[in-house]
């Protein structure tokens, strides 16, 4: 049969859909879908989709196979190590629009927007289809790298009917936990999903052998037993603003979350979106999945805690943000790092490796000593975390 070869992100898309964590899209898109997407945010069945998933193969090699096929053809996808991961199911083929997605998802063309700037590696012609998985893809974190079948039968073996998820590709610091804290107390939440984000990364985001080290330290050491489940979600992450804020949560509903935290600029970057449009999106495109929507938090000098602007008086001077830009810079140039605001277990762990893709000199945390099915037993009976 014809071979393409997908870039990365699309190869795990192409896993993701396999599984059910982008339902109802059981493909990659054709014309229509994409359009509509971009247009009005919705399916063809009028269901709320934000993100447009396509398959774009980069290459004149990729190119020639693509003018050959028609519809009906299957397709064999490999990897970039040549491993044969699915089939498609050739539907149709159509010029990608770049500029079109770049308005539409990321509100720019401006190549400093990261997404923006992955547009230009892609080819010139998108094709879709459904996808038959063969092989899953080699997870980073193959232990840590739960289907929503998995997350479903955890949440059912825990007696979870409502669970909130929290997205983030970040290391956990004061901010983060207030919010969990916040939601756990709420009596119509049984439990907490933390789901972090690891796929490929752009220069200075934090790497995600570190994030995950460093979560498992502070569910061990400060969250209550039972009560919260650690996996990871190998994707490309979308720097959408309010697009991307509620596609991570149509992709959390589907993993069994019935709630969805929604903090300050949730997936924004370089000052592109709203801080709260990923508030205000929710109410525009209801997508069956409850949001719990929270303000900036700082830590107050003179309240002693972490507070928003709608519970704190006092004035921005004696409130510290929990903004990774200062704890990123503070790593960079090997200033003191801000203990109001990250546990000593963290900041020992950012103190001993190298914290930041693209970043030289030190060691790199690796995986939890011994087997990784062993350190997540470990962490599951001492934290509840899986």
Request: charged share 25%; net charge neutral; hydrophobic share 40%.
């Amino acid at each position: 049969m014809p071979v393409l070869t997908p870039e990365t992100d699309q190869v795990l898309d192409a896993a993701k859909i396999a599984v059910g964590a982008y339902s109802p899209v059981e493909g990659f898109m054709d014309r229509a879908t994409v359009d509509g997407v971009l247009a009005d945010l919705t399916l063809p069945d009028s269901l709320a989709w934000p993100i447009p998933i396509f398959l774009s193969p980069p290459g004149k090699e990729a190119a020639g196979v693509i003018e050959r096929l028609r519809p009906g053809d299957e397709v064999g996808l490999r990897d970039s190590d040549g491993r044969f991961f699915g089939v498609l199911r050739f539907q149709e083929k159509f010029p990608l629009d770049r500029s079109a997605i770049a308005r539409s998802v990321y509100g720019t063309t401006d190549t400093r927007h990261p997404n923006v700037a992955a547009l230009r590696s892609t080819g010139d012609t998108a094709i879709a289809g459904p996808v038959d998985l063969l092989e899953s893809p080699r997870w980073p974190f193959p232990a840590d790298e739960l289907t929503p079948a998995q997350t479903r039968r955890l949440f059912a073996r825990r007696g979870w009917s409502n669970v909130a998820g929290f997205q983030t590709r970040n290391l956990p610091h004061a901010g983060h936990e207030h919010l969990h804290r916040l939601t756990l107390e709420r009596d119509d939440i049984d439990g907490l999903l933390i789901h972090p984000v690891i796929g490929p990364l752009k220069p200075g985001d934090y790497r995600p052998e570190v994030v995950l080290e460093a979560y498992r330290a502070v569910l061990r050491e400060y969250y209550p037993v039972g009560r919260v489940a650690l996996a990871t979600l190998t994707i490309a992450m979308r720097y959408a603003g309010p697009r991307a804020s509620l596609f991570f949560a149509i992709v959390r509903k589907n993993f069994g979350c019935s709630h969805y935290i929604v903090g300050r600029d949730q997936a924004g970057v370089g000052g592109f979106y709203e801080p709260y449009a990923c508030h205000a999106i929710f109410d525009a495109h209801p997508v069956g999945i409850v949001p719990l929507r929270f303000r900036e938090q700082a830590y107050c000098r003179s309240c002693g805690q972490m507070a928003s602007e709608r519970s704190c008086p006092h004035p921005e001077a004696v409130r510290t943000a929990t903004s990774q830009t200062r704890v990123r810079a503070a790593l960079r140039e090997g200033s003191p790092l801000p203990l109001e605001i990250l546990r000593p277990e963290v900041v020992s762990i950012l103190r001993r490796t190298v914290a930041l893709e693209g970043e030289l000199g030190g060691p790199v945390v690796g995986p939890a000593p011994g087997d990784p099915g062993e350190a997540l037993a470990e962490i599951a009976e001492r934290s509840g975390a899986v």
